[in-house]
């Protein structure tokens, strides 16, 4: 199975700073990696797929970037609506794991 | 594209469940389609996927002989029959479309979730 490590596990940002997760594959999964944002109480929502792949009607301050088995999602400027949980998920091969998750709170 | 899970609910450990998860808003059968556990307070863990005719189906080892995926195409309705349910079953369930009829691996993600349905397991 491909273990899939992300960090930090939360943070507590202001609005408008630059937010960045980190995701890290135990092996080269190219660029099958997609992000979800889960709000409190919601079902997650695709954000990113493909590594970079903006899903249509995301807000471009979401961006997603990396392949091999280092990948980063942004958001470039936080906004309140943005608090929410982030999961990132490998789907180079089955089980497609989700990593760990990161809470992101606002200052 | 809606999906409404359904089903959930208490049960006994050692006891049975069938969720089920209705779809409509799109071709139900040119998708595959997968079941997503959340335990509370906990993250994402993929449970089990089906392709879109039925005939390929994934699970995670942690539910493989308990549990079993299944749809029936002409009602648009993705199934979880959960036997031998154990305590570390209790999560919420979530049913999610996928971008493809088979997705064993590459560019597969999940477009669309219904909004989950809880199962507990308990004395």
């Known amino acids: 199975d491909i273990q899939m490590t992300q960090s930090p596990s939360s943070l507590s940002a202001s609005v408008g700073d630059r937010v960045t997760i980190t995701c890290q594959a135990s092996?080269?999964?190219?660029?099958?990696l997609n992000w979800y944002q889960q709000k409190p109480g919601k079902a997650p929502k695709l954000l990113i797929y493909?590594?970079?792949n903006l899903e249509t009607g995301v807000p471009s301050r979401f961006s997603g970037s990396g392949s091999g088995t280092d990948f980063t999602f942004t958001i470039s400027s936080l906004q309140p609506e943005d608090i929410a949980t982030y999961y990132c998920q490998q789907y180079d091969n089955l089980p497609p794991w989700f990593g760990g998750g990161t809470k992101v709170e606002i200052k | 594209v809606q999906l409404l899970e359904s089903g959930g609910g208490l049960v006994q450990p050692g006891g049975s469940l069938r969720l089920s998860c209705a779809a409509s808003?799109?071709?139900?059968?040119?998708?595959?389609m997968t079941w997503v556990r959340q335990a509370p307070g906990k993250g994402l863990e993929w449970v089990s996927t089906i392709s879109g005719t039925g005939g390929s189906t994934y699970y995670a080892d942690s539910v493989k002989g308990r549990f079993t995926i299944s749809r029936d195409n002409s009602k648009s309705t993705l199934y979880l029959q959960m036997n031998s349910l154990r305590a570390d079953d209790r999560a919420i369930y979530y049913c999610?479309?996928?971008?493809?009829?088979?997705?064993?691996?590459?560019?597969?993600?999940?477009?669309?979730w219904g909004q989950g349905t809880l199962v507990t397991v308990s004395s």
């Open positions: 092996q080269d999964i190219t660029n099958y």
């Open positions: 999610a479309k996928e971008n493809s009829p088979l997705c064993s691996g590459g560019s597969c993600y999940y477009l669309n």
């Open positions: 493909d590594a970079s």
């Open positions: 808003g799109f071709t139900f059968s040119t998708y595959a």
